[in-house]
DNA sequence: CGGGTTATTGAATGATATCAACTTACGTGG
DNA sequence: CCACGTAAGTTGATATCATTCAATAACCCG
């Protein structure tokens, strides 16, 4: 993502804390799997970059169920809300490796610089835009279009671009389910049918590889947006 | 909202852009029902305060369905990302009225106003926080608690405090169903059920009271987030 | 190799969508 | 002010799809 590309951490300790004039630590955290960033209710006090692994973002309902908002990979970040209290909790589901910039200062650096606070903005509509986007799926209950939809955003974000790449499915089954609101066993259905239908290629469960993009696409699209029909007006 | 409620609008034109030193137009529109503000793929020039009324933000999707996401009534902004074409539409869904800020403006007021700078973070980071609370209702498939968390969320936001006042739902039912990801007539069986319960009054089918308040949060707290757990580390 | 976790598969239940008919609400023009 | 027409809302019957419960199988780590 365009923030942790940017001068925000790949500089560090140089980059956005000189600019400001206002020089701050950059912690590095080692996280192992499972283990908590950080939970809901806790204060938040650091922007995060994520430098290597997957965490997830998710509440606990009042039914026990967990509810996946979001995941955040290598190059991404978390921004919380300065002086609030974290709405949801952030754990890693591999080994992951991050920075933490405290948030006072960071800020500061944002007012001075313009890159950064455009970086942001830009961070924050896009969490906001993504959000969006899940909505867009859950609306629709259909299983099938939410696992396709999700297998080419995965691949989109993690792949290198060469085409037909086998992806690390860090992510289990029920993370999936979680995250798309279905049920695990759903999810583990779907992906069977994909399978079988050799739209996907599985092996020892947690690796896959997209076989029929085009197909997924339309499976994924049933719930889509349609990016022609959106300039209708009034 | 902050944002609105502060310098930005109220006191415009004389409040940010004189603030800043680069007074700008704080245009006043006016819009009727089922007119549209702007369309998805149109060039994001302005952010938005909502003055009277209420928009709804939505996508449609391949299938010709519609997916709101989100209403914004008197007192809300919408902030779009700079540069960047919207990614969904905003319709009027009563008589409404606004006042733009053209972005470039807006942006570089908020540069060197640290209230409007963190009034706009707060407003993003609470579109992102809404539209997470929007995934918690639509993850569980549960039309009681959906319409339920809808009802109590629209009288948060629109009463003026008094408890049992009427709500002016000026929204229909479909707009519901497209925001929950419900058919028109699933709402429309849940309103009527609740109606028998006496939880809720409903007078010409647009107007409506909530009778028992608590009966409604815990039916809408089936799907809701645990306030109480969320603080569990690993 | 073994024990615990994760994944798959099956059968039955249940909730919501869908299709369809009907009623109510509302604005318009006679 | 009433009659009419259209849009919105309600209600019912049916079908579909995902959940749930349950059992087996694959996987992974020590």
Redesign the interface.
Known sequence: MSLAAGPACEACPHGVGAAAGAPFTCARRQLGP???LF????LAREVIFVRKGALRLY?????G?R?I?GFRGAGEAI????G?QH???A?AVTAAEVRAIPLTPFHAA??SN?TV??G???Q??R???A??E???I????DAEASVAAFLLDLDDRTSSGTPGEWLQLSILRADIADY??LSHETVSRVLTAFRQRRLIEIARSRQLRLLDRAVLVQIA??????RK??????
């Open positions: 499972g283990q908590h939970s809901a209710g806790d509440w606990l309902l009042r039914d169920r509810r908002i921004i919380p809300e300065e609030q709405r949801f909790s754990q944002a007012r313009s606070l455009v942001l903005h830009r924050l509509a969490e906001r835009d959000a969006y899940l909505i867009a859950l609306g629709r209950h798309l609101g699209g049933k719930g889509d947006v349609d029909r959106i300039g209708v007006s009034a």
